[in-house]
């Protein structure tokens, strides 16, 4: 029997772990990668920019590969290529100092010239590969001119022919839209081009990527359902309906060796499944820190998110604002941390100021300090509006911090409704409502505090479910055999 053939993908990416990262897009595009390489089916390798950020101890690792001439527009620019390898992934850096050398990933005013480039130099750089692709991933709007690229431009070119592209959205809400004017000045798209990434009168590049690729993964694949719903496509939804055939969901993973609770140095006591009562010394110990009550009895819940408007903060509020028994403070400790939108920042640090034994609002991120916090919390609250995918759930249930959500994309494909405690990982809430929030925490503490039998089976049940990345990379190994045959 004739071996199936290794699938060649190179991801095209702003971002990756431990190189330069904003968030979940930079995990996923070292995360994947490595996990499609350890399956021996994928030879799995990355591109991105050169940045001022990455480590000079990565760089000094570096190999230069060769330097090109790229076109864009009516600019001809250097572009140096770097090669190295870590943790199993191959690594391609793209090098313009003009365009990367930044104390920044993102926020200048030329973002759109800036991975224009990236994409045009990522098509360019192919025939001086190792390797040829048969497959290119980009990721978001960032680099949703490769395909968009490679469709005009680079398909009939020899050397090209039968390169297939996939198009990841991580979130459809960020879409590259730009005005007319500057599709041939910055992008380089004729007049006779525009159709592809015009939408609503405006350069969309979302859109673009969308009708010019072979196929459309998202994170999870409730959200794959739930981008052709007018409520959630960004207003992509009729587009999104005729590409549907092209789209497939699948349901990220995590570095379950990194969120280890059983190893991990950030927690004040390691602790596993079977000895998930150990949790209790690490909340013990976070009171402390946080100068909060120490009382295992009263129900910890933490909140880890990004203080931005559709991670249910709203919902949170109106929670909080209830006067009297209805106030989910009465009955909980509550940790939130993270941060993000001014207005959402001020209002959680009058909240610890109004309720200083109740609520520790951490203006903050970091990864030791959120492993601390779930190791410590009881409940992890996520009330998200939308939710593309979403990790916290999955570091939660790593950790036993039982996961209390609202049923929408990747947190309703992860967590399963507890019932009455006998099944299930966690809790789920349907509608988009703080009252509907507020009666599923309310079956949480009780049955932490009624049912102490079925509370340390639930969080057993969480701690063992399977969020690593081998099902994600094993759905995308078939993914890329059928795309290829």
């Given at each position: 029997m004739a071996k199936?053939?290794?699938?060649?993908?190179?991801?095209?990416?702003?971002?990756?772990?431990?190189?330069?990262?904003?968030?979940?897009?930079?995990?996923?595009?070292?995360?994947?990668?490595?996990?499609?390489?350890?399956?021996?089916?994928?030879?799995?390798?990355?591109?991105m920019p050169l940045y001022e950020e990455v480590a000079y101890h990565f760089k000094d690792r570096m190999t230069f590969v060769c330097n090109i001439t790229v076109g864009l527009a009516w600019r001809n620019q250097y572009c140096g290529l770097f090669r190295m390898e870590h943790d199993g992934v191959v690594y391609y850096f793209v090098d313009n100092e003009y365009y990367f050398k930044r104390v920044n990933i993102y926020g200048y005013y030329d973002d759109a010239e800036r991975f224009a480039f990236l994409s045009r130099a990522a098509l360019e750089l192919l025939p001086y590969l190792d390797f040829k692709p048969d497959v290119l991933q980009s990721n978001d709007h960032l680099t949703a001119l490769v395909p968009i690229y490679y469709k005009l431009h680079y398909q009939n070119r020899s050397g090209y022919e039968h390169i297939k592209n996939i198009f990841t959205i991580h979130n459809i809400n960020y879409q590259g839209i730009y005005p007319l004017v500057i599709a041939g000045d910055v992008f380089g798209l004729s007049e006779s081009e525009l159709n592809v990434v015009e939408f609503n009168g405006k350069i969309n590049l979302a859109k673009g990527a969308i009708v010019s690729c072979d196929k459309i993964t998202t994170m999870s694949p409730q959200y794959a359902r739930e981008i052709r719903l007018p409520e959630f496509s960004g207003g992509l939804d009729a587009i999104l309906i005729e590409n549907r055939a092209k789209i497939v969901g699948i349901l990220n993973g995590i570095d379950v060796d990194e969120f280890d609770?059983?190893?991990?140095?950030?927690?004040?006591?390691?602790?596993?499944?079977?000895?998930?009562?150990?949790?209790?010394?690490?909340?013990?110990?976070?009171?402390?820190?946080?100068?909060?009550?120490?009382?295992?009895?009263?129900?910890?819940?933490?909140?880890?998110?990004?203080?931005?408007?559709?991670?249910?903060?709203?919902?949170?509020?109106?929670?909080?604002?209830?006067?009297?028994?209805?106030?989910?403070?009465?009955?909980?400790?509550?940790?939130?941390?993270?941060?993000?939108?001014?207005?959402?920042?001020?209002?959680?640090?009058?909240?610890?100021?109004?309720?200083?034994?109740?609520?520790?609002?951490?203006?903050?991120y970091n990864r030791d300090l959120a492993q601390k916090v779930l190791a410590a919390a009881d409940m992890c609250l996520i009330p998200s509006r939308m939710e593309p995918c979403g990790l916290t759930q999955m570091y939660a249930c790593r950790f036993g911090a039982v996961p209390i959500v609202r049923a929408t994309g990747g947190l309703i494909d992860s967590i399963v409704d507890c019932g009455k405690g006998d099944t299930g990982n966690g809790f789920v809430f349907e509608e988009y409502d703080s009252d509907v929030m507020d009666k599923a925490i309310e079956r949480a503490v009780a049955m932490y505090r009624k049912q102490k039998k079925a509370w340390l089976e639930l969080g057993k049940r969480a701690m063992t479910c399977d969020f690593s990345w081998g099902k994600a990379a094993l759905e995308f190994n078939v993914l890329y055999r059928v795309l290829s045959a």
């Open positions: 199936a053939k290794v699938q060649k993908v190179l991801f095209v990416t702003t971002e990756a772990v431990p190189f330069a990262s904003t968030g979940g897009m930079g995990e996923v595009c070292s995360n994947l990668p490595r996990a499609l390489n350890k399956t021996k089916k994928t030879d799995a390798r990355v591109m609770p059983s190893s991990s140095e950030s927690l004040f006591v390691n602790y596993t499944a079977e000895e998930i009562e150990k949790k209790k010394q690490n909340k013990l110990e976070l009171q402390r820190m946080l100068s909060l009550p120490e009382d295992t009895d009263m129900p910890l819940v933490c909140m880890i998110a990004h203080m931005v408007p559709h991670k249910g903060y709203d919902l949170l509020r109106k929670s909080i604002n209830k006067q009297g028994e209805g106030n989910i403070l009465e009955n909980i400790q509550l940790v939130i941390l993270g941060q993000g939108d001014p207005d959402i920042e001020g209002y959680l640090s009058h909240v610890q100021n109004m309720y200083n034994r109740k609520v520790r609002a951490l203006i903050t």
